[in-house]
C-alpha cells in the first residue's frame, strides 16, 4: 500500500493534511489577495470589532486590518518554522551521521558535546542565543534552529550505529568505496525516513518556538508581522478587545494542531512494520467484501464452512490464505484438520468467529453457518455474544493468550461474567469447578496463581478450563498439545475426549501430528495451500490414504515396532499462496503428476463418506464422484 493510501487511512492524520494544505495555500496566495497594507496605522479606527465595514477580523491596537496582518503573519510564521526545521535537520542529520558512522572517540566527542546542548532547557538555550546575537526575526531562527539541532543528531545516530554495523556497509568497503561515498549511497537513503519523521513532528514546535520568542519581543520586529508578535502585542488589551488576541492564537492553534496530526500520520505510514500492518490496530471483525451470495446451509452440521475463502491484501500483493475450505462437523464429533505449516488451518479456524486480523485479512467468500445462521459479515454485536459462549477456542500458547498481569481466577471470573450475570462470588465458584473438570490439582490455591507460575499443561489446562466457562456449542482448538511432552499431551488428549463424550461437544481440532488425529478424531481434513485435498473418517483415510499428499505425510510420521522403516521427506517447499500454479497446487511436488494436473480446476469430488481432491490417486475410492 503506497504511502498517501496509509496516510488516508488514518483520519485525523487525513484532517491534519487537509487543514496544513487550506492553510499553506491560503499564505502562498496571499499576496494576490485584494488586502490591505498589514503595516499602515490608522488610530481614528483602532479596535474595530470582527466583522467590521472594511475589517473582516477587525483592528488592533494601531487600526492596522487583523485579517492582513493575520494572512502575513501566518505566511511569516510557516517560512520561519520550516526554515529552522529543515536547517536543523540537515546540520543535526549530519552530526549524528558522522558520529554513528564513525564510533569510538569521533563518536564520543560529539555525543558529549550534543549531551551539554540537551542539559539546557531548549527555550532557555534559544533566548540565550537571541541575547547573544541580537533580537531580529533571522537571529531567532538561527536560535530555534540551533537548539533542536541535538534532537535530530541523537535520533540520526541510534540509526545509523546500526546500520554502520550491517553486511551491505561492510560489502561496500570490500568493493573499495571511500566513507563520504558509503555515507551517501548506502546509509543516507536509510535514514532519510527517520529525518523525514523528525522533521513532521517537530516543525509544530519550532513554530510555537519562534512564535514565543516573537512574543518576548525577541523575534519579529515592529512593525513586521507573525503571529507571535500579533499575540504580542494584543496582550495589553486581552480584556477590552480579546479578538485581538483570539485571532493569532486561534490560527497559532490551528497550524500546531494540523502539523501534529499530519506528522503523526507521516510517522505511522514511513514505519516499515505500519507499512506491513504489524503493528496497525485490527478492527474487532475480519472485513467481509463478498462479491457473490452466500451459500445457504446444508445438512444437520452445528458449525459448517461453505467455500470459505479468506485473503491477506498487503500492498499490491493478494495471499489467499483459504482458497474456497467447505467443512462440517456435527454434535459430538471431533474433526481433524492436519497439514504444513503456512496450509491454511488457523486461518481457517479464524475466520469462523471473524478473529483474523483486519487489516490485512479479508474475508472474500463463502459461509460459516453456526445452527443454520451465517457469521460472516454478521454484526460485531452478534459475534461478540457468540464470541466463548458458543464458539470457544483453545489456542496453541497459552502463555500468549493469557494475561500475564492478572491471575488466573480472575481472568475466568472475567471470562464467565462476559455471558452471564454472576456475582463476583458466583463466578469464582464456577472458576474453581472449572479448574476441577480439566484435573489441576490444589485448584483453589491455582485460582490465585499468575500465568507464569504454572508449567505448561497446567497453563493449557487453563485454556481448555476458559474455553468451558460458557458451555459452548463448538471447541476449536488450534494446536493445543503441540509444545507439551508426551505425557502431559496425553492428559489433556483424554480430558478433550472425555469432555465431549460427557457434555456432547463439537471439536474442531487442528494438528500436525497423525498420532493425535487417530486417538481424538472422527473425520480428518487434510490441507494444502489453503485447499482440502482429502476429507474422510480417520481410520480409513490413514489406512489407505488417496491422495499423495496424504500418503506422504503419513511416511513421515515414525512408528514404533516397524524396524529399519525408512523415513520419508517431502521434497520441494508448499507454493506461496499468492503465487499459486494453476491445477493442482502439489503437482510441483508429486511423483505421480501428469500434464492434466496442470490445467484447470480440480473439483472436491464425493466418493460416499469421503471426499479427494486429485486425478490420480494413490487408493481407488468406493462410490461415484
Request: proline content about 7%; overall charge neutral.
Amino acid at each position: 500500500m503506497s504511502t498517501l493510501a496509509l496516510l488516508a487511512r488514518n483520519r485525523l492524520a487525513l484532517a491534519g493534511l487537509i487543514v496544513m494544505g487550506l492553510v499553506v495555500l491560503l499564505a502562498l496566495v496571499t499576496p494576490l489577495l485584494p488586502l490591505p497594507d498589514p503595516d499602515v496605522t490608522d488610530t481614528g479606527n483602532r479596535f474595530l470589532p470582527p466583522f467590521s465595514e472594511g475589517a473582516l477580523l477587525g483592528t488592533d491596537h494601531l487600526g492596522r486590518d487583523q485579517l492582513s496582518r493575520l494572512l502575513w503573519g501566518t505566511r511569516l510564521s510557516l517560512a520561519v518554522g520550516f526554515a529552522a526545521a529543515t536547517i536543523a535537520a540537515v546540520l543535526g542529520a549530519a552530526v549524528g551521521i558522522i558520529a554513528g558512522y564513525y564510533g569510538g572517540r569521533v563518536d564520543n566527542l560529539i555525543m558529549r558535546g550534543v549531551d551539554m546542548l540537551m542539559a539546557f532547557p531548549y527555550i532557555l538555550l534559544a533566548l540565550a542565543i537571541v541575547a547573544a546575537l541580537g533580537p531580529g526575526l533571522l537571529n531567532a531562527l538561527i536560535a530555534v534552529a540551533a537548539v533542536n539541532i541535538p534532537f535530530f543528531a541523537r535520533n540520526i545516530r541510534g540509526i545509523t550505529v546500526g546500520i554502520a554495523n550491517r553486511e551491505f556497509i561492510d560489502a561496500a568497503r570490500l568493493a573499495g568505496m571511500n566513507d563520504a561515498r558509503i555515507i551517501l549511497s548506502e546509509v543516507l537513503p536509510n535514514v532519510i525516513p527517520v529525518i523525514v519523521i523528525a522533521m513532521s513532528t517537530t516543525v509544530g514546535w519550532m513554530i510555537l518556538e519562534t512564535a514565543g520568542l516573537s512574543f518576548l519581543g525577541l523575534g519579529s520586529q515592529p512593525p513586521q508581522a507573525d503571529l507571535g508578535s500579533m499575540l504580542g502585542e494584543a496582550r495589553a488589551a486581552l480584556i477590552t478587545s480579546p479578538h485581538t488576541s483570539v485571532v493569532p492564537g486561534a490560527m497559532i492553534l490551528i497550524i500546531v494542531m494540523a502539523i501534529n496530526l499530519l506528522g503523526d500520520g507521516v510517522r505511522d505510514a514511513l514505519d516499515p512494520r505500519l507499512r506491513s500492518g504489524a503493528l496497525t490496530r485490527p478492527m474487532a471483525a475480519t472485513l467481509v467484501r463478498r462479491e457473490d451470495p452466500a451459500p445457504e446451509p446444508q445438512g444437520d452440521d452445528v458449525l459448517s464452512l461453505c467455500d470459505l475463502q479468506t485473503q491477506f491484501h498487503v500492498k499490491h500483493r493478494v495471499y489467499r490464505a483459504v482458497g474456497g475450505v467447505s467443512l462440517g462437523v456435527k454434535p459430538g464429533e471431533c474433526l481433524g484438520i492436519i497439514g504444513e505449516s503456512g496450509s491454511g488451518k488457523s486461518v481457517t479456524a479464524l475466520s469462523v468467529m471473524g478473529l483474523v486480523a483486519s487489516p490485512p485479512g479479508v474475508i472474500t467468500g463463502g459461509a460459516v453457518h453456526y445452527k443454520g445462521e451465517d457469521l460472516v459479515g454478521a454484526p460485531y454485536g452478534r459475534l461478540r455474544d457468540l464470541r466463548g459462549r458458543e464458539v470457544a477456542y483453545i489456542f496453541q500458547d497459552p502463555l500468549a493468550t493469557l494475561h500475564p498481569l492478572y491471575k488466573v481466577g480472575d481472568q475466568l471470573v472475567e471470562a464467565i461474567r462476559v455471558h452471564h450475570a454472576l456475582s463476583d462470588s458466583e463466578a469464582r465458584a464456577r472458576a474453581l469447578g472449572l479448574l476441577r473438570d480439566v484435573r489441576i490439582p490444589n485448584a483453589e490455591s491455582r485460582l490465585d496463581s499468575f500465568p507464569h507460575e504454572l508449567s505448561g499443561g497446567m497453563r493449557q489446562r487453563v485454556g481448555i478450563a476458559m474455553a468451558l466457562a460458557n458451555d459452548p456449542e463448538v471447541i476449536i482448538a488450534d494446536e493445543p498439545t503441540t509444545a507439551l511432552d508426551v505425557t502431559v499431551q496425553a492428559q489433556i488428549l483424554s480430558l478433550l475426549d472425555t469432555l465431549r463424550r460427557e457434555k456432547g461437544l463439537a471439536i474442531v481440532f487442528i494438528t500436525h501430528d497423525f498420532g493425535v488425529v487417530a486417538q481424538l478424531c472422527d473425520r480428518v481434513a487434510v490441507m494444502y495451500a489453503g485447499r482440502i485435498v482429502e476429507e474422510g473418517p480417520t481410520r480409513a483415510l490413514l489406512e489407505a490414504p488417496a491422495h499423495p499428499y496424504t500418503r506422504r505425510l503419513i511416511a513421515c510420521v515414525p512408528e514404533l515396532g516397524e524396524g529399519k522403516r525408512r523415513l520419508h521427506a517431502i521434497p520441494g517447499l508448499p507454493p506461496a499462496v499468492n503465487d499459486l500454479p494453476s491445477g493442482c497446487a502439489f503437482a510441483p511436488r508429486c511423483d505421480k503428476a501428469q500434464p492434466a494436473c496442470r490445467q484447470g480446476e480440480i473439483a472436491l469430488d464425493a466418493y460416499g463418506p469421503r471426499r479427494l481432491r486429485c486425478l490420480y490417486p494413490e487408493t481407488e475410492l468406493e462410490g461415484t464422484a
